[in-house]
């Protein structure tokens, strides 16, 4: 596609269920971050993938949260037994490369509105 | 370890007046910086961007941007605002950038209201 497409754009889910949240970045990206934003808390960052190296989950803000990259491209941020301070929007963004000048760039998807009732 | 503090959360300010978005970084190696806007009910989109050279730097719809690197600072201006310019705007910075450690972070947001 044209740009990082996230799905669904919004999920409603009940407190202790589980959720997946899809990122397609844009064909050829090899950098994909996940950021969370909430109000007051702006851009918070949670994992980061860069090619074929090992992802920096350093954001991840507790074992209940997970991602993978398939292939390079498709990303999944899976939050496990969801909890009502989960809810925020999750953002995906890709670029070309963190490594090279000019190819850092990112592009944002809309993200995904998650509320835990 | 980079962080970013955007010290003011919200910046009311009147059309036609000028404004100051303020952005300190805080790393011990040589940094990229970066401003992102986001308009209502649209995605984050690159405003301007310090890699290396000109300390000042030009961005989209007039804003502008100085390196100050004795301050640790990449503050934000615009010398005459628009009501168009009602947005949220977040500071950037990558530290270390050809290491595989490296990765961008951003700060808390400051968001702009313009009043006519």
């Known amino acids: 596609g044209a740009g990082v497409s996230q799905s669904p754009s919004n999920k409603v889910t009940e407190k202790g269920k589980d959720v997946e949240l899809r990122c397609d970045p844009i064909s050829g990206h090899t950098a994909l971050y996940w950021y969370r934003q909430s109000l007051g808390q702006g851009l918070e960052f949670l994992i980061y993938?860069?090619?074929?190296?090992?992802?920096?989950k350093s954001g991840l803000p507790s074992d209940r949260f997970s991602a993978e990259r398939t292939g390079g491209s498709v990303s999944t941020l899976t939050i496990q037994r969801t909890q009502q301070e989960d809810s925020a929007v999750y953002l995906c963004?890709?670029?070309?490369?963190?490594?090279?000048?000019?190819?850092?760039?990112?592009?944002f998807g809309s993200g995904t509105q998650l509320s835990v009732l | 370890a980079q962080s970013v503090t955007q010290l003011d959360s919200q910046v009311p300010v009147f059309e036609e007046a000028p404004v100051e978005l303020r952005c300190n970084y805080s790393?011990?190696?040589?940094?990229?910086l970066f401003w992102y806007v986001q308009y209502p009910n649209q995605g984050l989109q690159l405003l301007l961007k310090y890699l290396s050279g000109s300390t000042l730097v030009k961005g989209i719809n007039g804003f502008e941007a100085e390196f100050n690197k004795s301050q640790t600072s990449f503050h934000l201006r615009k010398p005459s605002v628009h009501i168009s310019d009602t947005a949220e705007y977040f500071c950037?910075?990558?530290?270390?950038?050809?290491?595989?450690?490296?990765?961008?972070?951003f700060g808390s947001g400051t968001r702009l209201s313009i009043r006519p």
């Open positions: 790393s011990s190696v040589s940094v990229y």
């Open positions: 950037a910075v990558i530290s270390n950038f050809y290491s595989s450690a490296s990765k961008i972070i």
């Open positions: 993938f860069q090619g074929n190296s090992a992802p920096d």
């Open positions: 963004a890709s670029s070309l490369s963190l490594y090279r000048a000019g190819q850092e760039k990112l592009f």
